[in-house]
Each structure stands twice: as structure tokens, then as C-alpha cells.
């Protein structure tokens, strides 16, 4: 690769080296292997059923949990821009016809006075058309309507991100997306001293507007809830961004002859939970939200898979410290061989082959890893990752969330066991990060770098492809213990389109 002056300058300001772009612009020519898998996991097979009276018990565990000095944050992606959400709005706005004649137009209409932004709405088309949403209907205005939410002249919702958005009614007035988060954190992640810790990843651009609405809003929430807000944010940082190329894998320029970087993906966030100094860390994304009404199985299931969270890593500790103390049994060495494979769900088909002093140092290099627990729904068709049992460098098995992409569908095998998955992911985790005397684990070194992906966008009217990191929670959580428990559909109320606020779940 030939660099100008000019480039050089421009990777120091994104705080990159030369080699770095180099392996960037390897991975488009080698591109990325696929995953082997053993099969998609199950209940009872890779997916933790829980009775009604083990949920209890868990939910219970935590309670107590709380009830220790323990620093407890709840991470929230919610740096991506609305835009997509409104993909069919934006369409209708730059189509031929003045009046809906999509079903999703229709259902958008018809059902406008259902949306939380209704009255704001309503008040910005009577300042811009001088006339509210329902006479502008009526007499056929449908275009201004939908460019007072969108534009910059209006609401500007095409632009912002989803946590800014009004996604709930209440009495008292609409609540943004930010919001309901501000209010789930109070109900399960209380520490000792009523302190809710939660952090938000933005984008740059978006961080003045989060800070206003958390001065507004802050207040209201602690009283609602007798607690203090620990409130913080981070941005995706610059030398995490890759390097984007044309059709012969060479570094894509702009009309100005600069270099093109692309935001390397939601996997990027991994350095920013690294940032984070807490014992357990709930990640759910921004528009995963449900009004209040709806909030008791969310919850109830946070509590439950965060006790059988906890009450993992109290097994794992215990074993960390026999092993450390030497004091151990030919006995315990196989019940710790029991632990790995029935709880953690790791297998090892050349474990027979091992002596006792390689045995101990097998157990011990698979527990001193990073945990997470993650609530998986039964497949109803909605995108997403899947629950799989796959085959890891050392030759092992184990729990991981993969993407259709990293399965290599053309193997029939592979595919079989892809179709037959019956669980998805929601994208719904609780954490552990630290070790057994307390110090963070470096996240960084539990990346799995040949689970990134190459996708296909566009800039200036020419093709690109772009590098996309390894997700968040796929490949950039590929070498922590993974343990997955299955929650009810109702936990699981992503909002994907602003249509999708038309469900019950969000009314």
C-alpha cells in the first residue's frame, strides 16, 4: 500500500498505524473463515430451562447480591441513528404519489395518533403548515405530516438517534427510549447505596443532545424512584474505525482524494465496555423497551439470569481458589470436570488424553475467563444472531452466538443445524468482568479477529465494501464462558420500524 503525506496525517488523527490498515486491508483479500458448528443449541442442550420455583430462587440470589457493595452498570448501546427505523417513511416522502398506498403507509396513517410523538407532532405541523395533523390528512397532506417528524425543519426524527425518540405515552407525558432505560436500571440494578449506574455509547454529534435531555429528565426519575443516577456515556473511538475499498480491494477515496473509514460495527464497543469499572454489567440495546405496564417479565427475568450469573461465578471462584491452593482431590478434579461440561457447557473431546497436572491447567485456563449469561427467545421469525454449540480454536466446543454470515451455509450439515435452530438472540446479556481477586480482565484479549465480516455500501454514488468487527456480542465475546437461559418472547420487544410501536407490547 502507497501512502501520501496526506494519508499519514490522516491515520494519526484517527490514532492508527500503518500496519494496522495493512491487516485491515488483508482481511479483504484473505476474507474471514467460517465457523464450524456442532449443532444450533436447544433446551436442554446448550439452553438452561429454569422451573418457575428455580426462577424464584435466582431472582432471590440477586436481591442479596444487591445488598453487597457491588458496582453494577447498565450498558446500553444507542449510538445508531433512527434512519433505518424510518427507511418506508423517507421512501414515501421521495415516491411519485401523494397518498399512502403501502400497507405500511396505511397502517402509519391510519394509526398516527397511537405514536408517543403525536402531540409534538401535532404542535410542529400547526408552526410549519398552520394546521394540525388531522385536517392536513384530510385534505390529502400526508407529505408535510411525514416531513414535520423527519425533517430538520420538524421533529428531525430521521436523524437522531432512537434513545431521543418519544417511544411511550403516559399520563404525565411521552417518554423517550433513554428514559425507559433510566427507569429499568432503578427497578433491578440498585446497588447497596440506591446508586444506578448506567452508560450510554452515542454518537459524537449526539452527545450535547443526551446531556440536555438527561439534565431535564435526571431529576424526575430519582424522585420517582428514591435513588441517584451514576450517568455516563462514551463514543465509539476513532481508531477503531477500518478502512473502506473499491471493487479490487484498494483503499476507496473520496472526490477529494481522502481516505475512507467507516465505523467498524457495534464490536467496536467492546473497548468502551472495557472502559467500564464494574463488577456486573447488564448490556441491552436502546430500543428493546417496553412502557411500564410491560415491565414486570423484563424485570423478573434481568433478576433471574443475573442470579444465575452470580451464581456461577461464586462456582467458578471457589474452584479458581482450590486450584490455587494445591489442596485438591482426584474427586474435586472431576467435579470441576463435570462443572465445565454441565454448567458451562464446554466440551473437550481430548480430555481423556490428559494427565492430572494438565487436567488442572485445562480447568483452570477455561475459568479464568470472562462470564456472561445470555436470555435467549424461541425463534417467531424476528432477525438476529442465533444460540449454537461451536468448535473453538483449541479444538473445544462451546456456547456461542453466531450471525448467518460466520455459518458456512453451502454444508449441509452446517445448514441443517442452522434451520433447526430453535431459540434467537435478543441480545439480552449480564456480565461478570472481573477476575477472583477482583481485577478487571482485559476484554480485548478474549476477541475472536477472524469473526469479522465484509459488508457492501456505497458513498458518493460509487460501491464500497466495508469491514465490520467482530459484533459485540458474536466474535468480540467468542472467548468468554458462555452460559445461555432461556426468557420468555415478552422480554423481547425490539423496535425495528416506527411501526412497531404500533404493538400492544408498546401501547
Not at 440495546?285 to 461465578?313: M, Y
Request: aromatic share 10%; glycine share 6%; net charge negative.
Amino acid at each position: 500500500m502507497i501512502l501520501k503525506p496526506d494519508d499519514l496525517l490522516q491515520l494519526k488523527s484517527k490514532n492508527l498505524t500503518v500496519m494496522q490498515v495493512e491487516e485491515q486491508l488483508n482481511c479483504f483479500i484473505e476474507g474471514f473463515p467460517f465457523l464450524k458448528i456442532k449443532s444450533s443449541a436447544s433446551a436442554g442442550k446448550g439452553i438452561i430451562r429454569l422451573t418457575e420455583e428455580e426462577q424464584k430462587m435466582y431472582a432471590e440470589v440477586w436481591n442479596q447480591y444487591l445488598n453487597d457493595k457491588r458496582q453494577i452498570t447498565k450498558f446500553v448501546p444507542a449510538s445508531g441513528a433512527a434512519s433505518r427505523m424510518f427507511k418506508d417513511l423517507f421512501s414515501f416522502l421521495s415516491a411519485s404519489y401523494d397518498v399512502p398506498e403501502t400497507d405500511f403507509e396505511d397502517e402509519f396513517f391510519g394509526n398516527i395518533e397511537n405514536f408517543a410523538f403525536y402531540d409534538v407532532l401535532n404542535d410542529t405541523c400547526r408552526a410549519n403548515e398552520g394546521l394540525d395533523i388531522c385536517t392536513l390528512i384530510a385534505e390529502g397532506g400526508y407529505k408535510p405530516v411525514a416531513a414535520g417528524l423527519l425533517e430538520q425543519q420538524g421533529l428531525n426524527y430521521g436523524s437522531l438517534p432512537k434513545g431521543l425518540l418519544l417511544f411511550h405515552h403516559y399520563p404525565e407525558g411521552a417518554r423517550t427510549a433513554m428514559e425507559e432505560h433510566l427507569v429499568e436500571g432503578a427497578m433491578y440494578a440498585k446497588n447497596a447505596e440506591n446508586r444506578v449506574a448506567v452508560h450510554f455509547t452515542v454518537s459524537p454529534e449526539h452527545l450535547p443532545l443526551f446531556r440536555k435531555l438527561v439534565e431535564e429528565k435526571v431529576p424526575k426519575y430519582e424522585k420517582m424512584f428514591d435513588v441517584k443516577y451514576d450517568l455516563s456515556f462514551s463514543t465509539q473511538q476513532s481508531n477503531t474505525d477500518t478502512i473502506a475499498v473499491d471493487g479490487a480491494n484498494a483503499p476507496f477515496r473520496d472526490v477529494k482524494g481522502r481516505l475512507v473509514f467507516r465505523p467498524g460495527g457495534h464490536g467496536a464497543l467492546i473497548r468502551n465496555l472495557n472502559e467500564l469499572d464494574a463488577d456486573v454489567v447488564f448490556i441491552k440495546n436502546i430500543d428493546n423497551v417496553v412502557p411500564d405496564h410491560f415491565k414486570e417479565i423484563t424485570v423478573r427475568f434481568k433478576k433471574v439470569i443475573a442470579g444465575v450469573l452470580v451464581s456461577l461465578q461464586r462456582r467458578i471462584f471457589e474452584y479458581i481458589r482450590l486450584i490455587g491452593s494445591g489442596d485438591y482431590t482426584h474427586e474435586q478434579i472431576g467435579e470441576m470436570i463435570h462443572f465445565l461440561q454441565d454448567k458451562l457447557c464446554i466440551k473437550n473431546p481430548e480430555i481423556k488424553y490428559l494427565e492430572d497436572v494438565e487436567l488442572v491447567l485445562y480447568i483452570k485456563r477455561k475459568l479464568m475467563r470472562p462470564l456472561r449469561v445470555c436470555g435467549m427467545v424461541k425463534n417467531n421469525g424476528e432477525p438476529g444472531g442465533g444460540p449454537f454449540l461451536a468448535v473453538n480454536a483449541d479444538g473445544t466446543v462451546s456456547p456461542q452466538i453466531l450471525e448467518s454470515s460466520q455459518i458456512d451455509l453451502t454444508d449441509a450439515d452446517a445448514r441443517n443445524a442452522f434451520e433447526q435452530g430453535s431459540h434467537f438472540n435478543p441480545v439480552d446479556l449480564v456480565c461478570a468482568l472481573k477476575d477472583v481477586h477482583g481485577n478487571p480482565y482485559n476484554l480485548l484479549d478474549f476477541v475472536d479477529k477472524n469473526t469479522g465480516f465484509i459488508s457492501q455500501k456505497s458513498k458518493d454514488g460509487r460501491e464500497l465494501k466495508a469491514l465490520e468487527l467482530p459484533g459485540l456480542w458474536n466474535g468480540a465475546m467468542s472467548d468468554w464462558n458462555t452460559v445461555f437461559v432461556e426468557v420468555p418472547i415478552e422480554s423481547f420487544n425490539p423496535v425495528k420500524t416506527v411501526n412497531d410501536l404500533l404493538r400492544p407490547q408498546h401501547q
